[in-house]
């Protein structure tokens, strides 16, 4: 089965880092497009960054420079890291698959349940 | 990236069609046919009804249709049913090698 799990949300000061990861079952990682994609309460999406499967990767504008994704082929897991982390980053956030033809064009047909991040003091 | 434009509500009665649009821009919608629509009920994760415009992946009803025109895409259910109320997003690919989102529509099945 076709499955993948968040983990590493919590509730986190700002200025501060975190590091979620998303591990993957029934496909490999590496031979994928993955994206983090984020959602603050109530509101809409908000695509994060991709991970290509040449390992090329690209940001939202609002994340440059403070995130940034990977993976671990040998553990078939994605990753994120946020640092410097503000009010703004609160949200679930959702790691996701796009369709084996797909080339980062945003056909997300595999997304995991998500991982609450909460930045507050 | 500016967010992509969509309705914020729309309804229908059971049985009847309707269309959700969703307007960007020359450098995304309207750059590529790489328009992929999602529904998402309440707090559960967005499930892909259409990617490429108008293609629908194994599973997703064929009362779910899209389509392109300029920078405008569009999404069209028929026969609505109750099971049809939900939020729905457009996505887009940019010539930024980004993804940018619509704010998202909530239809009511009336």
């Known amino acids: 089965e076709v499955q993948l799990v968040e983990s590493g949300g919590g509730l986190i000061q700002p200025g501060g880092s975190l590091r979620l990861s998303c591990a993957a079952s029934?496909?490999?990682?590496?031979?994928?497009?993955m994206s983090w994609v984020r959602q603050a309460p109530g509101k809409g999406l908000e695509w994060v960054s991709v991970?290509?499967?040449?390992?090329?990767?690209y940001y939202a504008e609002s994340v440059k420079g403070r995130f940034t994704i990977s993976r671990d082929n040998s553990k078939n897991m994605l990753y994120l890291q946020m640092n410097s982390l503000r009010g703004e980053d609160t949200a679930m956030y959702y790691c996701?698959?796009?369709?084996?033809?797909?080339?980062?064009?945003?056909?997300?047909?595999?997304w995991g349940q998500g991982a609450l991040v909460i930045v507050s003091s | 990236q500016s967010a992509l434009t969509q309705p914020a509500s729309v309804s229908g009665s059971p049985g009847q069609s309707i269309t959700i649009s969703c307007t960007g821009t020359?450098?995304?919608?309207?750059?590529?046919?790489?328009v992929s629509w999602y529904q998402q009920h309440s707090v559960k994760a967005p499930k892909l009804m259409i990617y490429?415009?108008?293609n629908r992946p194994s599973g997703v009803s064929n009362r779910f249709s899209g389509s392109k025109s300029g920078n405008t895409a569009s999404l069209t259910i028929s026969g609505l049913q109750a099971e049809d109320e939900a939020d729905y997003y457009c996505?887009?690919?940019?010539?930024?090698?980004?993804?940018?989102f619509g704010g998202g529509t909530k239809l009511t099945v009336l």
């Open positions: 996701a698959r796009e369709l084996q033809i797909a080339k980062g064009q945003g056909a997300f047909d595999c």
């Open positions: 029934g496909f490999t990682v590496s031979t994928n497009y």
């Open positions: 991970i290509w499967r040449d390992g090329t990767t």
């Open positions: 020359s450098s995304d919608v309207g750059a590529y046919d790489y």
């Open positions: 490429d415009v108008t």
């Open positions: 996505s887009s690919y940019t010539t930024s090698r980004s993804v940018v």
